[in-house]
């Protein structure tokens, strides 16, 4: 089953979330489409869906919610099953509720990238995520937002979140080690979200993680400081060994896990 035709997550899986709303100035095509994604968490008789997508300025000033700056992975995967399944949910939610917003024609920070399936954040890490109780419930960090297929999301998604990490930064953060383990942690996530795992999604995580990674070399390259800082301390050159990392083992990822 493609992202594209991927069957519509129950309601009911994502009830449990609080609602949330949107910023909603015109001024942007971030903001309209906030303003949109706002409109589709309503239902007819005027109650909110669970959405759950705010600015930072909102979450801060609206909401007695902890919005993580720093969170480590390793806590975060401590309670992998009701996490993955959480974040599937919220980031289905989010890309249904986004699929309908009208993108032409208006200005983004990012090139559309084909085929457009909906909106993508661009860059959904746990620091860019509001936890509650432990759990994912709303998405933060809208600068780089922009039209694309939903597998873009996805795949980046699992990377940070799974995490695709060679074994030996695994054991350095107390996460079980093993493409088996990795794989049932992806197809929790794929789950929740209602599709099924492909290659393409694989790709699409392996091309979004390598374009990034060019991306900040060449403004450490030029001097930015921030990217400088990060090569200096092998982050830039660890990120490229994830990379092969998902690349050698793309097809066993996809296989659903037995027994």
């Known amino acids: 089953m493609s992202c594209a035709s991927a069957k519509r997550c129950g309601a009911a899986d994502v009830r449990g979330l609080p609602p949330f709303s949107t910023c909603c100035g015109t001024s942007s095509a971030r903001d309209m489409m906030a303003a949109r994604v706002r409109s589709a968490s309503m239902t007819k008789d005027g109650k909110s869906l669970p959405i759950s997508t705010v600015t930072s300025a909102t979450a ?15 806590r975060i995967m401590s ?40 909106v993508c954040h661009n860059d959904l890490t746990p620091w860019n995520t509001v936890f509650q109780a432990g759990l994912p419930v709303a998405f933060i960090d809208w600068d780089a937002a922009a039209p694309g297929p ?11 979140w799974v995490p695709f990490w060679r074994d030996e930064k695994c054991e350095a953060h107390g996460l079980q080690t093993g493409v088996r383990e990795k794989a049932r942690r992806f197809q929790l996530l794929l789950d929740a979200y209602g599709i099924t795992p492909e290659i393409g999604i694989m790709q699409a995580g392996i091309e979004r993680v390598r374009q990034m ?3 900040m070399r060449n403004l450490a390259a030029a001097g930015s400081a921030w990217e400088m ?18 690349e ?4 066993d990822l996809i296989q659903r896990p037995r027994g």
């Open 60 to 74: 801060k000033a609206s909401f007695p919610i902890r919005a993580v700056a720093s969170i480590s992975v390793s």
């Open 79 to 118: 309670g992998a099953t009701a996490s993955s399944t959480r974040l599937g949910q919220l980031l289905r939610s989010y890309h249904d509720a986004a699929a309908s917003f009208s993108w032409k024609d208006r200005e983004w920070r990012l090139d559309a990238r084909h085929p457009v399936e909906t």
């Open 150 to 160: 939903r597998a873009w999301d996805l795949g980046f998604v699992a990377w940070r």
């Open 213 to 215: 990674q060019q991306h």
């Open 229 to 246: 800082e990060l090569a200096s301390r092998g982050v830039l050159d660890e990120g490229m060994l994830e990379v092969a990392w998902m």
């Open 248 to 251: 050698d083992h793309a097809m």
